[in-house]
Structure formats: structure tokens, C-alpha cells
Nanobody, 124 residues
Framework: QVQVVESGGGLVQAGDSLRLSCAASGGTFSNFAVGWFRQAPGKEREFVASISWSGESIWYADSVKRRFTISRDNAKNTVYLQMNSLKLEDTAVYSC?????????????????WGQGTRVTVSS
């Protein structure tokens, strides 16, 4: 069983930066693809970014391109989501998910294991 834990959320002002971390245990992390999803109040969960097992295939939602960067450190079993130029509409609970096939995807049903999420609140 793979455990997934997110951290790094918080309250920031618009224009600020924040880095989220996703740590996984219980499996061979370097084989996994990892995705970030978010759910804003009253909205459905949506894809944010994903990275393949090798780090060579990366996807971003259009809404976060050129502002967010996903990266991974397999030595630390951790994936990061660097979020810059945060906007009010980035306010959401951000969840990390593991795809044990290793293939980067924006389709949430492809993911096998999910964390509990970390809340990001962007204020004006």
C-alpha cells in the first residue's frame, strides 16, 4: 500500500509564491507518475500538473502554465509543485496522486493512490 502525504499549503496573498510537497512511501517511488489536482469550494476536482516516472513527460493545466512548475526528487521520494504569481482563483485543496504505471496523465481515474490534500488560500 502506498501512502501519500501533501504539505506546504497555507494562506498567501495574490502574487506570492508557495511550494507544495508530495511525499510517498510504501512503493518504488521512482517507478511512479505523480499528479497534482485541486478542488475549489463548490467546484469539481480538476487537474493541475503531472510528471512521469522519468520526469521527461510533464503536463500542466492551461490555467497554471508558466506559473506552476512540477518537479521530482526520487532520492527523497518527493514531488514538488512550485506555484508562483498566485491568483485568487488558485484557492483550493491541492491533492497529490500516484499512478503506479508511471505514465503522466491528466485523467484522475488513472491514479491509484491519493493523499488527503493541503489547503491553499490566496487572499487579495
Amino acid at each position: 500500500q502506498v501512502q501519500v502525504v501533501e504539505s506546504g499549503g497555507g494562506l498567501v496573498q495574490a502574487g506570492d509564491s508557495l511550494r507544495l510537497s508530495c511525499a510517498a512511501s510504501g512503493g518504488t517511488f521512482s517507478n511512479f507518475a505523480v499528479g497534482w489536482f485541486r478542488q475549489a469550494p463548490g467546484k469539481e476536482r480538476e487537474f493541475v500538473a503531472s510528471i512521469s516516472w522519468s520526469g521527461e513527460s510533464i503536463w500542466y493545466a492551461d490555467s497554471v502554465k508558466r506559473r506552476f512548475t512540477i518537479s521530482r526528487d526520487n532520492a527523497k521520494n518527493t514531488v514538488y509543485l512550485q506555484m508562483n504569481s498566485l491568483k485568487l482563483e488558485d484557492t483550493a485543496v491541492y491533492s497529490c496522486a500516484i499512478d503506479s504505471t508511471g505514465i503522466s496523465s491528466d485523467y484522475e481515474d488513472e491514479y491509484d493512490y491519493w493523499g488527503q490534500g493541503t489547503r491553499v488560500t490566496v487572499s487579495s
